[in-house]
Structure formats: C-alpha cells, structure tokens
C-alpha cells in the first residue's frame, strides 16, 4: 500500500475558505490517513515537499456530458457507441488533468465507461452517471427530426444512447426502474425546452406533475434522487414541487421559486460557460441559428438566476455543460461566476457542495481523515486568482485521485 507525507505549503480548507499555513496530509492507500498543523510521523511514507504551494481537494464538476462529442449533437445520430467511448475517455481524461478529480455525466454515460474507470482501465475523473436522460414525446430529449419516427439503435446511434423517451406514468415508472438497473448513480428528466434541442420552445413545460413524481417516487425508493432540465420559473417550480433534488440551469428562474427552492432543499447546478462558449464558439462548429437565439435568452440571465438564488439561500453547485468541440472552456466557469462570487465561494461549490450532489460528502470535495486522496496542488493562491485553475492545467504540480498520483513534478 502506497503512503504519502504532504508537507511545506499551504492547505486550502474549502470549509473555511481559507488557507492554512503548517498543515501536513499523510495519504495512506486511497484514502486520507491524517492531517494536523504538528509535523506528521511516518516511516513509511514518501515525503512529498510541497515547496510554498497550495495543496486543496480536487474539483468537482457536476454537469458534464461523456459522450456528447460534437456541438452540433445531431451529427452523432449515425456516431457508433465505440467512437462515443474512445472519445468520451478522451474527454475524460482532459477534465482529470485540469483538476477535476470527480464529474457527474447528467445524460448518456452508462456502467460500461464507469466500469472502465473503475478498473483503472482509462485514466479518468471519478464518475457518476445518470443513465439516459428521461424524455417526454417531443421533449428537450427526443432528438428525432419531424420528419423521423424513430433514432437508429442505441449501439448505432449516439443521440439514442443519450436519452430515452418515456411518457405518462407506467414508462416514467418502467424507465426509471431500467436507468437504476443499469446502474443509474441518479436519474435525469427534462421539464422544460433546451439551448440544443431543435423542435421544443425553450419556455415549454414538459411532463406532467404525476409522471414527475412518479420518476421522483421511484428513484427515493433506490436510495438515489432527480435531477432536472429546467429553466424558467414554471417549470422549476413543479420539480421542486414534486420532490426534484437538483435544478440543472434555471437562467429563468424568479424570487419565489428561488424562496421554494431553498425550503425545500433543492441544490441549484448553473452551467453559465455553456452559454458563453456556445456564443463565442458555437457558430463555427455547427450550432443551429434557432439554437443560438435561445442560447441569447438564457445567456442573458444566466448571472441574475445565480445571485436570485445565492439570496434566497439555495445551495449552489458548479457545473459546465459543455459539448464536444467546447469542452476545453470547462474551467472558464470559475472565472465567469467571479463576476458574482468571491474565489471562496465558487471553489466551495465546486466541492462541499458538489460532494453533497454527488451524496458523498466527507468522501469527496474535501481532504479530512477517511476521505478519498483525491487533491491537486497549485502553484499559488487560487482564493487570489481564480486563473491558476487555466490553461488546461498547467498551473497544477499535482493531481491525485485514489491515492495515486495522475501528474506529479513535485520534488520528494
């Protein structure tokens, strides 16, 4: 069993918010063994000489997309799962390196890829699935053109492996008990339209209270919970109602659904660097122009759904929601919510509270005896300079996920 004696630099407690200077983290196999502000004692221990920088948990990013490779989704209508797999480990592997040490995919990623990062066969940021993606008839996940019936194959077609449809209660009640089978971590639903969907207004509402709550029932009685496409008030409002746990987006979201929220303990996931990168960058890989004028609307409220919600005391996630060709924008989310939020603050969200979305808090989003070594270090103050998280992860001297180390130049 490995062991290391992190010592020598400053220790972000996201908690906190703060750094603490001669505090020392001995690692013993995957876990977090001790940390203490008194020199650590271990023989057995590599020594591991941190050299001024700081040593935190790793990041979490709550809304991610495996297999979403392209912008323009409706080319992976004829993409074959295979390629999905090659370039979603790919993806994968890009997050890990930025310090993104857990994601949870929210459509499309199945136990197969998180099998493979299991087994340590890619090498790749814990994962947590949602299965396919619950989707009334016509809804923000049938992706079928009008002049289709039906998508190819799931083993054929990377859009039917990334959602299902399902209407009225008996398929909402069927198709949640199958996403579980198949070893759903949570189960997603659309409730209203989307950026990237081609037949659904944005402001549409979409499934019925009773198929809501019946997807919410079933997924209570596994121990998990659901999560919930939604963006304006209306439709946030009936999630919560029903029992949904997190709110994906909600740019459209007012006060009092932000006051429902925080009564009823609904976590809020935004994902404001979609919005901005499929501004910037969307046009150039095929975004639609119906897309881009709904991309406008939530764009331009994105910041004000944050601060609503931040006020009414609703716990905030941090998620990016970024697809294929604009995956590499994912750590621009933390310098886009600075223009609201202190470093302190976004880095809490991506981490306690993440943990807690992902139902692992005191595992992950923070370094205390018995949670998973998973950490980075950075070479600086990132509570004094959110760009240290840039560059697809050059500012970081280490990244370590189970006790093992993914990046190291760190002298020993």
């Keep these: ?48 000489a941190l050299a001024g920088r700081t040593l935190m948990p790793g990041l979490i990013d709550a809304h991610l997309h495996v297999f979403l490779n392209e912008v323009n989704i409706g080319a992976l209508d004829t993409v074959p799962l295979t ?68 998508l190819g194959c799931d083993c054929c077609s990377g859009l039917a492996y990334t959602a299902r449809i399902a209407d009225g209660v008996p398929e909402v009640i069927k198709a949640t008990r199958d996403e579980l089978r198949k070893g759903a971590d949570f189960i997603k639903i659309m409730v209203s339209g989307g950026v990237a969907s081609q037949a659904d207004p944005l402001e549409s509402l979409q499934y019925r209270m009773d198929e809501i709550q019946a997807a919410v029932e079933e997924a209570t009685n596994w121990g998990k919970y659901v999560a919930a496409h939604a963006y304006s008030s209306q439709a946030v409002m009936r999630a919560v109602s029903a029992g949904v746990r997190t709110i994906e987006h909600g740019n459209l979201i007012d006060e009092p659904t932000a006051a429902t929220m925080a009564r009823k303990g609904a976590f809020l996931v935004p994902t404001l660097i979609a919005y901005d990168s499929m501004r910037r960058r969307g046009r150039d890989y095929g975004l639609s122009e119906y897309s881009l004028q709904k991309n406008e609307v939530v764009l331009a409220a994105g910041l004000r759904s944050v601060e609503l919600a931040r006020n009414a005391g609703v716990k905030i996630g941090f998620g990016t929601d970024l697809l294929g060709q604009l995956q590499n924008d994912q750590c ?37 005896p018995g949670a998973f070594a998973d950490l980075i270090v950075v070479d600086g103050d990132p509570l004094a300079d959110l760009n240290l998280f840039q560059d697809e992860g050059r500012h970081l001297s280490a990244i370590m996920k189970g006790g093992r180390f993914y990046k190291n130049r760190l002298a020993s």
């Design 1 to 48: 069993m490995s062991s290391f004696l992190f010592s020598g630099g400053r220790f972000l407690d996201p908690r906190r918010g703060e750094l603490l200077d001669g505090v020392e983290v001995l690692i013993e196999g995957e876990r977090v063994k001790e940390i203490s502000d008194r020199p650590i004692k271990s023989t057995a221990a590599t020594p591991v």
């Design 83 to 150: 390629l999905l797999a090659i370039n979603g480990s790919l993806a994968l592997k890009a997050s890990l390196m930025r310090g993104f040490t857990s994601v949870r995919d929210t459509a499309g990623g199945d136990f197969g890829i998180k099998s493979a990062v299991e087994q340590g066969l890619i090498e790749a940021p814990r994962l947590f699935i949602s299965g396919q993606a619950l989707s009334q008839t016509g809804g923000h996940g049938d992706f079928r053109k009008r002049t289709q019936r039906a």
């Design 332 to 368: 621009r989310e933390f310098l886009i919510r600075a223009e609201l939020m202190k470093p302190a603050e976004i880095i809490h969200s991506a981490t306690i509270v993440n943990a807690e979305i992902l139902q692992r808090a005191g595992e992950l989003g923070e370094l205390v």
